[in-house]
């Protein structure tokens, strides 16, 4: 793989997003519904469920565990709906939001769409693409989320989505090689640092005990940070910035000495062996001869079903580790159900994300597919039913009762994140490729930040 340092063409969204309006009935004549509360929900809920057949359009990525349950559980909701006809749309993540950021623009997006949190930031910061979910809570039980849970999805004064789930970053090993080492897993950055040691030393030099891509390696960065110095990467709400020139370049080179003291792979020598192709399917990974990963909380199951017969079972949830006084990192919403200004069927669409959140039927076949499920009725439904994975609830508890910082909306701009293209990976591939200090790539890291709207 050659060296990334090319940014891609941010896609910006500007101005209401087309004509069709949260009012408009879908699909012919409504049912009469009861009053509600705001003028907005008054004449949602006049136009109610339609008693004519109706086209309801979602779409979603992810991958096929994903993909199944989200198809049977609309095949569920249409037993019950039976004039309701939901047509998804769905693919893995790569490309995703440029696809959908092309449709917000253009007012085609799907009616019920599953969006990352930030995308409220950069495709409705003035509230202009999503309906304000308040204004169909006759059909969405908003009661089923905690306040601060919602209120991460408020923007501009409107409930602009539900959080399908929080989430947050946490360690996983494999056992298996830990084991060929003779040592226990890291707890503390002194630990870690041997770690790598005892691999080289033990196992030999295509053996470690930690791989990051770029951008995972700047979540660690700041991981890392606000574990030392304890306060946010950024302000949650204005996306200031907390840190100095010298504080980022000293998290840059916590990053460089990971890997000059081989408790991760040079970029180069990855991409050398595996181009693009994500951790978790490299076949250093497989074979375990990468022995830990720094990941979502949801992703567990993708990462020891990935694992051979030889290693599978030595897939372990770690402990975060304490890289400072402080607990760093940080949750945040992991994904959200949202309503397009552009439906016309704002209330079948409202009652389609309230059985796949809230109903039992729907909550019990999504169950943690997504990851832990936010909603309080939701979570009981998916429990009950067996369908929330073990290991995805272990890493969701170490994570939540871990984290204490929160995230920015800026930080996963697809300007900075982006694989191949993003600031992120500018300054951790040159890291590695060019063999850079810190206090090199500062600036790097800073102008890419303003370029997406950070004040530094």
């Known amino acids: ?33 009861s009053t509600a509360t705001s003028t907005a929900a008054s004449a949602a809920s006049v136009a109610g469920l339609s008693s004519d057949p109706v086209t309801l359009t979602m779409s979603w990525w992810g991958g096929e565990s994903r993909h199944n349950a989200y198809q049977e559980a609309i095949k ?9 006809t939901v047509n998804p749309t769905f693919a893995a993540w790569s490309g995703w939001e440029d696809t959908m950021s092309t449709k917000f623009a253009g007012g085609v997006a799907e009616d019920v769409c599953q969006i990352n949190w930030n995308w409220l930031y950069n495709y409705s910061k003035n509230g202009q693409t999503f309906i304000d979910l308040n204004s169909v809570s006759e059909y969405l039980d908003l009661t089923q989320w905690d306040e601060a849970k919602l209120a991460a999805c408020n923007v501009a004064n409107a409930q602009q989505c539900v959080p399908v789930s929080m989430t947050g970053r946490i360690f996983y090993w494999n056992k298996t090689t830990f084991d060929k080492a003779g040592i226990s897993f890291p707890t503390t950055l002194d630990e870690l640092m041997a770690a790598g040691k ?34 946010d990467w950024a302000d949650p709400v204005t996306s200031t910035l907390n840190y100095t020139e ?18 991760m792979m040079n970029l180069k020598t990855y991409y050398s062996a595996n181009s693009d192709t ?56 992991s994904m959200g159900l949202a309503i397009t200004k552009t439906s016309k069927c704002v209330a079948e669409a409202a009652t389609l994300i309230n059985f796949l959140l809230n109903e039992e039927k729907g909550a019990s076949i999504m169950g943690s597919e997504c990851g832990i499920p936010a909603s309080k009725a939701g979570l009981a439904a998916a429990q009950a039913a067996g369908a929330v994975k073990e290991l995805v609830a272990e890493a969701n508890g ?37 063999n850079a200090s810190g206090a090199d790539l500062v600036d790097t890291l800073l ?9 530094v």
């Open 76 to 84: 569920a909701f249409s037993a019950e709906h039976s004039t309701i």
């Open 278 to 333: 994500a951790t978790h399917q490299s076949n250093e990974w497989i074979t375990g001869k990468i022995a830990g990963i720094f990941e979502w909380d949801s992703a567990a199951s993708k990462y020891s079903s990935a694992l051979d017969d030889a290693n599978k079972d030595g897939f372990t949830v770690g402990e975060e580790i304490k890289f400072g006084d402080n607990n760093g990192g940080f949750s945040k919403v």
């Open 198 to 231: 005892t691999f080289q030393e033990k196992l030999g030099d295509d053996y470690y005990p930690l791989h990051l891509g770029a951008y995972d390696r700047m979540i660690l960065m700041v991981f890392y940070l606000e574990s030392k110095y304890g306060k």
């Open 246 to 263: 010298d504080e980022i370049a000293e998290g840059i080179d916590f990053i460089k000495s990971l890997v000059d003291g081989h408790v």
């Open 398 to 434: 170490k994570v939540m009762a871990f984290v204490s910082n929160q995230l920015d909306p800026l930080f996963e701009s697809n300007d900075l994140k982006a694989t191949g293209t993003g600031i992120y990976q500018e300054v951790f591939d040159t890291l590695d490729y060019d």
């Open 447 to 455: 102008d890419g930040m303003e370029s997406v709207g950070y004040t």
């Open 1 to 33: 793989m050659s060296k990334a340092i090319s940014r891609r063409d941010f896609l910006k969204v500007s101005g209401a997003v087309g004509a069709a309006g949260l009012l408009a009935a879908c699909g012919g004549s409504g049912n009469a519904g």
